[in-house]
């Protein structure tokens, strides 16, 4: 039988990003230096396929510090952790080994020298999130003020209206995050805002790509995990650029073939958490079931590194 044809566009940049690949090198160093088994506070990066991949290897996936015996490594997710939490590992003399991608680590930064400034801050993140906690975290309770919405900042109570900074999570869809922006500089006119932008390079050229992309497909598809924010914005943003189907999915069999009944193009990108193995494997689930053509939309070229801590560099 005759397979249907079908234009599968493919989002470039999609996929790993740097701190990603950092996070995930880190705990392989880690365990070959010094052995299985290593500590894992959270989830190193969110995507199951690469947690699964590295308990198998000797890494322990645990949430609190407390899990953690004193004469083993931990390391900290690319999330980022509360300034509490190196604290404690430092009072306990044990070996961490912080894997905070360096962008999150940057605002961590920012919203310090801002406190040192005197400044209240405002986070725009999602309650509950890893780097969310994590940043928040940086500076003593009440002097994070959280918005997650353009409503929450009319709601919001600061110290000292003249006295603000802001800071965002690394994550974010760019457009609802410019739209918060928008809000708190009507609200607070002196706010102060980021040297440069807190969403991160990745974040933002994946989501250039599925703009770009949208509008040519049936269908889209993000591979990545239901807990990664970046993956799902990006599947709001594919929505919103005009793609009238557009779901996460983790794996190919995740994939609701009966709602892509009839698409002639479809459109696949995936989280920055998630592997390439995995969107090959999504490809090739259309391939046994279409006469496929590629269609690459690039809208950025990335390379981006960056190196792993001085620890795992010398020798054991």
Not at 99 to 123: F, W, Y
Request: glycine residues 6%; charged residues 25%.
């Amino acid at each position: 039988m005759t397979k249907p044809q079908l234009t599968l566009y493919l989002a470039a940049p999609r996929g790993f990003c740097a701190g990603v690949d950092r996070a995930i090198k880190i705990v392989e160093m880690a365990i070959e230096k010094w052995g299985a088994p290593v500590f894992v506070r959270h989830e190193i990066v969110h995507n199951k396929f690469v947690v699964d991949g590295l308990r198998d290897k000797g890494a322990v996936f645990v949430e609190t510090l407390d899990e953690c015996p004193d004469d083993r490594p931990v390391i900290f997710s690319a999330h980022g952790v509360p300034k509490a939490v190196p604290a404690a590992a430092a009072k306990r003399k044990m070996v961490f080994v912080d894997a905070t991608c360096p962008l999150v680590s940057k605002v961590h930064i920012e919203a310090q020298r801002h406190a040192d400034n005197g400044l209240q801050m405002i986070m725009i993140g999602h309650a509950g999130h890893p780097e969310t906690i994590g940043t928040m975290g940086q500076l003593p309770e009440g002097e994070v003020l959280l918005v997650e919405t353009v409503e929450d900042v009319a709601s919001v109570t600061v110290r000292d209206p003249g006295k603000l900074a802001f800071v965002t999570q690394t994550t974010l869809s760019v457009d609802d995050t410019s739209d918060i922006v928008t809000a708190l500089q009507a609200r607070f006119p002196g706010i102060v805002g980021p040297h440069k932008e807190d969403i991160c390079y990745a974040t933002t050229n994946r989501q250039e790509a599925v703009k770009a992309m949208a509008p040519k497909c049936d269908a889209m598809l993000v591979v990545g995990a239901p807990n990664s924010s970046n993956s799902k914005r990006l599947v709001e943003v594919g929505a919103r650029a005009g793609c009238s189907y557009a779901q996460l999915v983790q794996r190919a069999t995740d994939i609701d073939w009966r709602a892509l009944d009839g698409i002639n193009s479809m459109g696949i990108t995936a989280g920055a958490s998630a592997p390439e193995v995995l969107i090959n494997e999504v490809i090739d689930a259309f391939r046994d079931r279409f006469d496929v053509t590629i269609e690459l939309v690039e809208t950025a070229v990335e390379n981006v590194e960056f190196k792993v801590p001085r620890v795992l560099r010398e020798p054991a």
